[in-house]
């Protein structure tokens, strides 16, 4: 196939951005989202169900910061039941249960051991009384009761785990997502919900606030591709930036609160060399960790350290490597070493707390919504389970008094490409039988594009982009072309970082394929050999400073 068969939406891309631009620019707006992470998105999203008129810009991708660099959990927090926070638990197990409703396609249940130590009667005691009110507090309703395994069963699971004063172990669910994917479905969703009454554009930053009188009205903003920059008209404003919230040159200043950020870091592990039938929680004296399938690696983490440094694209250190290593090599036989990671990411949470905290381990996960001036509502911290409360809380700050006339509606809007799990599997048979597709790949298809799917592979069917983009894992070459078309990709980075999460996981960065994603995606977005040869060298200069292990000093 030739380059030139890739196909071409009928608007660009880039023509539907200019027109985005220009309506940023002429049209008055209820409300600027500042922000397009997964807190931006849901605000987006929750503000455009009340019907408001919507614009959200963020200065990177959808995503490109901590909402892409999660551990990838839709979670209760088992771990936050230690210092007490009840309610959060409560809360993040509801919003749980709504996602695997809302999301069936990004969000599903998966199984996690949890492998007991100690004295034999006490430590099941304590760690069964801790997962009983786990179950209590809603996660029985969507993932059902924990059960009890011997240490035969608990072998069984996964045979390399530490058998010294092993005492058998208990086994409970949680929920997993694509974070990055599922972040980008809420913001598609928002746009068309709003059937063109709402708009998104990404490398757009906000400079400054723009002020009538004392009240906020909107933003001066740059567009980062051509250097433009306008004014950005609005009733309301709403920071959703997160940890840049904790830069001192953010576009707006002061604040009733301050921002902690904090680091997490992941390695990423090929699945054989951790042999187990699911996920594990593994604990060590003073350390835990989240072994998380994905679904060919292990996303492994996570680290919790303050951060102080610039926020953008931050990368792991080698000590916390080492700190992820030495607590996976303390509960398990085999013996993982650096050569054995196939790459890293590290995420950095917006934390509400005292800017001189030693430690982000005991701060809490709760979010804050400040009204901080007029025209001006500012929301940060929580975790990205509660994302929907979050919004929501944001948009009635901003509403006011009217917030009870126009409520919230997310709790019943499906996401973009949601469909009942049955439909889902029925989806991916019928791909694999009618365009021979292997079943591993149209389910990997449908799981990332839900009933989308149908449209890439009916793209890709069409023009010739039916061939795997890389060898042993189950991505097609439509699905570049899908990502510049209809998921708002407009670098090589948004493609393989985000839309696909092979520039982790893949050891070489994604070197191979570069050139040939940017040969697709040039075509849909125009570019020129000089631009693709631009692109892969950036990606990669990226890619290796993000997620490769950092040289030793």
Known sequence: MTDTQTPKPSASPLDRRRADLARLAAEPWDLLIVGAGIVGAGAFLDAVSRGLKVAMVDQDDIAAGTSSRSSRLIHGGLRYLEQMEVHLVREALHERALLLQLAPHLVKLEKFLFPLYGP????????????????????????????????????????????????????????????????????????????????????????????????????????????????????????????????????????????????????????????????????????????????????????????????????????????????????????????????????????????????SVKVSREHKVAVEAPGLVRVSGGKYTTYRVMARDAVDAILGSNAKKRPSRTQDLPIIGAAPRAELDALATRLAREHGLDAAVATSLVDRHGTQAADVVTLGSRHGLLAPLVAGEPFIEAEAAWAAREEMAVTVDDILARRMRLAMALRDRGEAIAPRVAAIAGEVLGWDEARRATEIATFLAGAHREFDIPAAS
């Open 120 to 359: 034999r009667g006490f430590t099941r005691a304590l760690y069964t009384a801790g997962l009983t009110m786990y179950d209590t507090l809603g996660s029985a309703k969507s993932g059902g009761r924990h059960r009890h395994l011997s240490v035969h069963e608990t072998l069984e699971y996964a045979p390399d785990l530490v058998t010294r004063d092993l005492r058998g172990a208990l086994l409970y669910h949680d929920g997993m997502e694509d974070d990055a994917r599922y972040t980008l479905a809420v913001a598609r969703t928002a746009v068309e919900r709003s059937q063109g009454g709402a708009v998104a554009v990404t490398r757009v930053r906000a400079t400054a606030p723009r002020m009538d009188g004392e009240r906020f009205a909107g933003a001066g903003v740059v567009d980062l591709l051509t250097g433009d920059t306008f004014e950005v008209k609005a009733g309301a404003v709403l920071d959703a930036t997160g940890v840049w919230g904790a830069m001192p040159d953010r576009p707006f200043h002061g604040g009733s609160f301050t921002v902690l950020p904090a680091r997490g870091s992941h390695l990423v592990i090929d699945r054989a060399k951790i042999p187990a039938r699911g996920g594990m929680t593994l604990r060590i004296p003073g350390r835990v960790a989240f072994l998380v399938p994905w679904p060919r690696q292990w996303v492994i983490g996570t680290t919790d350290h303050p951060f102080h440094g610039p926020v953008d694209r931050v990368g792991t250190s080698l000590d916390e490597v080492d700190e992820i290593l030495r607590t996976l090599n303390g509960a398990l036989t085999t013996t993982i070493t650096r050569d054995d990671v196939l790459g890293t990411y590290a995420g950095l949470r917006p934390l509400i707390a005292p800017s001189d905290a030693s430690s």
